[in-house]
C-alpha cells in the first residue's frame, strides 16, 4: 500500500498517510493516459469554424471575359479560390470531434496518472488546507513554505475561499478533487491535497463499486 508524508502549511512533516492501493498504487499506462487526454481535449474543442466554398459565395456567375485573344489568363468565375472575395478551397465546416471514451477506462485513466505522481514524489499532502478568508498571500505562503515554484495543482473538497485567493496565482489550479481530470493532472507537475480531499477522492472512486453491490444484493 503506497503511503505519502504529510505537512502542515509551514512546510513541516507531521506524519504519514497511506494510500489506497486500488487508485494510488496502479500500474503506469502511457497508452490508456494519452487517450483519455486526446479525448478530453477533444471534447472541449467548439468545431463552429465555417468558411464559404466557391459554390456559396454570392456572385460570380458570368464569365468576366471571352476566353480568348484578351492575353489575359482565362477565367470561369470571379469567385474561385484566387480571386479576392472568392471561395475558400477545402472550406472549414462546423463539425463535431467529441470521442466517446468509456467510464471504466476514464477512470483507470486517472488512476495511473495518480500512482504516477505518488511513485514520483508529486504527491503533495496536507494535514488541513483551510482559509478564513481568500486572501492571496496566505496561499502564496504556503506554496513558498512547501518549496513548491512549479505548475501546482491544489485539490480541495470545496474550500471557496481557497478556490477564490489562488485563482490569481501564476501556474496554479485549485479543483474540487471529485472534479480533477487526467489533463489536469497530467499538465501539472505537482499536486498538492489535503487529507479530506483525498479522502472525498477516495469515496467518488468507491462509490460505483457500492452501488453495483447492492444492486447484486437486490
Not at 458570368?62 to 471561395?87: D, E, L, N
Not at 480541495?156 to 496565482?169: E, F, V, W, Y
Request: proline residues 3%; contains cysteine.
Amino acid at each position: 500500500m503506497p503511503s505519502v508524508k504529510v505537512y502542515n502549511t509551514k512546510g513541516a512533516e507531521v506524519g504519514q498517510m497511506e494510500l489506497a492501493a486500488d487508485i494510488f498504487g496502479c500500474e503506469y499506462n502511457e497508452a490508456l493516459i494519452h487517450q483519455a487526454v486526446v479525448a478530453q481535449l477533444a471534447n472541449a474543442r467548439q468545431g463552429t469554424k465555417s468558411a464559404l466554398t466557391r459554390a456559396e459565395v454570392r456572385g460570380g456567375g458570368i464569365k468576366p471575359w471571352r476566353q480568348k485573344g484578351t492575353g489575359r489568363a482565362r477565367q470561369g468565375s470571379i469567385r474561385a479560390p484566387q480571386w479576392t472575395k472568392g471561395g475558400v478551397v477545402f472550406a472549414p465546416k462546423p463539425r463535431d470531434f467529441s470521442q466517446k471514451m468509456n467510464v471504466k477506462a476514464r477512470r483507470g485513466a486517472l488512476k495511473s496518472a495518480l500512482s504516477y505522481k505518488v511513485a514520483n514524489d508529486q504527491f503533495i499532502v496536507l494535514d488541513e488546507f483551510r482559509l478564513t478568508a481568500a486572501k492571496t498571500k496566505e496561499v502564496a505562503q504556503v506554496l513558498k513554505n512547501l518549496k513548491l515554484d512549479k505548475s501546482v495543482l491544489i485539490l480541495t473538497d470545496g474550500d471557496a475561499n481557497l478556490a477564490l485567493a489562488a485563482r490569481n496565482i501564476a501556474n496554479v489550479t485549485v479543483l474540487e478533487a471529485v472534479n480533477a481530470s487526467v489533463y489536469d493532472v497530467v499538465r501539472n507537475a505537482k499536486i498538492l491535497a489535503s487529507k479530506s480531499a483525498v479522502e472525498a477522492f477516495c469515496q467518488l472512486f468507491a462509490k460505483p463499486e457500492a452501488e453495483k453491490s447492492e444492486e447484486v444484493n437486490a
